[in-house]
Every structure is written in C-alpha cells, then in structure tokens.
C-alpha cells in the first residue's frame, strides 16, 4: 500500500486550496495497459486512472 495525491488542487468549503492524499490499496491495469489505482473515495470502492494522482514523497504527507 502506498500513498498518491490528487493532480488538481480543489477548493474545500472554507476556501481553502487542498490536494486530497489517498492510500492505494490495489494496481490493475485496463485493458491497454495503463495502470489503475484502487482508492476508497466518498464511501465507495473505486479504480481511477493513474493519470489523475502523483506519488506523495517520503515526508510530504507529515506537513498536512
């Protein structure tokens, strides 16, 4: 299990910019090849394209 972050940053209800850190629990691939990340986001069990996360580095996840 490793940790990704969010390529968008988004705006949260205070206004504030957020990047959300999610665990990745599973790597697939789709059917081309490209590789599928397995997160748990909004209560649900999802595979999202690795495309839309990047890695969160060794102490990067302690400043939040």
């Keep these: 299990m490793f940790q990704v972050r969010t390529?968008?940053?988004?705006v949260n209800e205070n206004g504030?910019?957020?990047?959300?850190?999610y665990?990745?629990?599973n790597?697939?691939?789709d059917g081309n090849g490209y590789?599928?990340?397995l997160i748990f986001e909004?209560?649900?069990w999802r595979?999202?394209?690795a495309k839309y996360?990047?890695?969160?580095?060794?102490?990067?996840?302690?400043?939040?």
């Design 53 to 64: 996360f990047k890695p969160v580095e060794e102490n990067d996840h302690e400043k939040y």
């Design 27 to 29: 790597v697939r691939d």
């Design 7 to 10: 390529k968008e940053i988004r």
């Design 35 to 37: 590789p599928q990340f």
């Design 16 to 21: 504030n910019l957020v990047q959300p850190v």
């Design 47 to 49: 595979y999202k394209s």
């Design 42 to 44: 909004d209560g649900q």
């Design 23 to 25: 665990k990745v629990h």
